[in-house]
């Protein structure tokens, strides 16, 4: 008898979900890193992503070789250490087609990169801005970043002397109008969020805790898998509706669904689970991260929502045809009219 094979699935646009993988992994075995990477290849697969439309971004630390790992055939730029933002801005103004996922670590984002960071958020670049946050910098052998807890004790780094840095009240403050934060640990979740993610029209930051399971696992970590298990605490069951769906809310006991329309047309579906907590109002989410952060809750999910701001892209007017594939009479200006620039500086 010969042997029988097994002809892969493929989704709405010819492709199998394997076509949506990247190079084997460098990281440690059982790195979170690696299961973000897993569930952006089946939201990829889910959503019917053309990978050409894909860029990936990235700057430096063991976050920033995750782009390696999903969508082999997208167009990936590893850039230098904090400076994501920059790139990923001046390759969206260039094509706004592009859909951008950015991949970049605590260290990378809320230290080098901070003010990089707050710029695109107040700029609004249409990107999904993943921190895969640790509280430690991996690469270099486990010192702490500036999300790493007050208290911490490490073997190598010592004690840390200094408050954390909430990355979701900083890219609340800064005007983001999609910030959500998750656990590594809870793939339903992520897949979730990252597809309402890729829907947002401007910036969308999902601040995900991801262990080092080398130099910060240890269960007084609020950036481990023991604390993560322990104390996670989700504001809601949340779902994304693809526009081409038929949206059913439905009676549902003991919380309540609230439907939320995007201005693509897909839908984010939030079923209330502890709290009556309303995203879309900016201090109430502020309130919320301060509480928690008192408390040692881990809350997760959409933390603030606003849909209505203009991206970027929107902002500047710019054509429906991209800048990147204008042709040369359109973006050069004539001899003639340079001629007469020079002639009126004389």
Same mark, same amino acid.
């Given at each position: ?18 076509? /949506?993988?990247? &190079? ?17 290849? &089946? ?20 976050? @920033?070789?995750?782009?390696? /790992? ?12 904090? %400076? ?19 991949? @970049?670590?605590? *260290? ?10 707050? $710029?695109?958020?107040?700029? =609004? ?8 946050? =640790? ?42 109008? #999609?910030?959500? +934060? ?6 339903? &979740? ?10 947002? +029209? *401007? ?11 080398? #130099? ?9 898998? *023991? #604390? ?23 009676? $549902? ?9 995007? $201005? ?33 809750? #881990?809350?997760? *999910?959409?933390?603030?929502? =606003? ?24 973006? %050069?200006? @004539? ?12």
């Amino acid at each position: 008898m010969g042997t029988r094979t097994r002809t892969p699935k493929i989704n709405l646009i010819g492709l199998s979900k394997n076509e /949506y993988k990247g &190079q084997p992994s460098t990281l440690c075995k059982g790195c979170g890193h690696n299961s973000i990477a897993s569930q952006i290849i &089946q939201v990829a697969y889910d959503l019917n992503i053309r990978p050409h439309e894909i860029i990936k971004l990235s700057g430096i630390g063991c976050s @920033s070789k995750s782009p390696a /790992y999903f969508l082999g055939m997208s167009h990936g730029f590893n850039s230098l250490h904090g %400076r994501m933002p920059s790139i990923g801005t001046g390759a969206l103004m260039a094509n706004h087609h592009l859909k951008a996922i950015g991949v @970049s670590g605590d *260290g990378d984002t809320a230290s080098i990169g901070m003010g990089q960071f707050k $710029h695109v958020l107040r700029r =609004n670049v249409r990107m999904v801005y993943i921190i895969e946050n =640790n509280g430690v910098y991996g690469l270099t052998k486990g010192q702490f970043s500036a999300t790493a807890d007050e208290g911490d004790e490490l073997k190598y780094a010592g004690k840390n002397e200094l408050p954390p840095i909430d990355i979701c009240m900083e890219a609340i403050m800064a005007g983001a109008g #999609f910030v959500a +934060r998750s656990f590594s640990g809870d793939a339903k &979740q992520v897949r979730e969020l990252l597809k309402a993610a890729l829907s947002h +029209r *401007g910036t969308a930051v999902l601040d995900i805790i991801s262990p080092c399971v080398a #130099f910060n696992n240890v269960d007084t970590s609020s950036k481990s898998y *023991g #604390f993560g298990r322990e104390h996670e605490a989700p504001l809601h069951d949340f779902g994304w509706v693809p526009p081409a769906l038929e949206i059913e809310i439905e009676e $549902h006991e003991p919380g309540t669904l609230r439907d939320i329309i995007m $201005h693509d047309g897909s839908h984010i579906q939030l079923r209330k689970l502890q709290e009556d907590y309303d995203p879309t109002n900016r201090m109430e989410a502020l309130r919320l991260l301060e509480e928690t952060e008192h408390s040692e809750e #881990f809350v997760t *999910g959409l933390i603030y929502f =606003n849909p209505v701001r203009e991206s970027l892209a929107e902002a500047a007017n710019l054509p429906d045809t991209p800048l990147a594939l204008l042709p040369d009479e359109v973006i %050069r200006p @004539s001899k003639e009219s340079l001629a007469d620039v020079m002639a009126s500086l004389q």
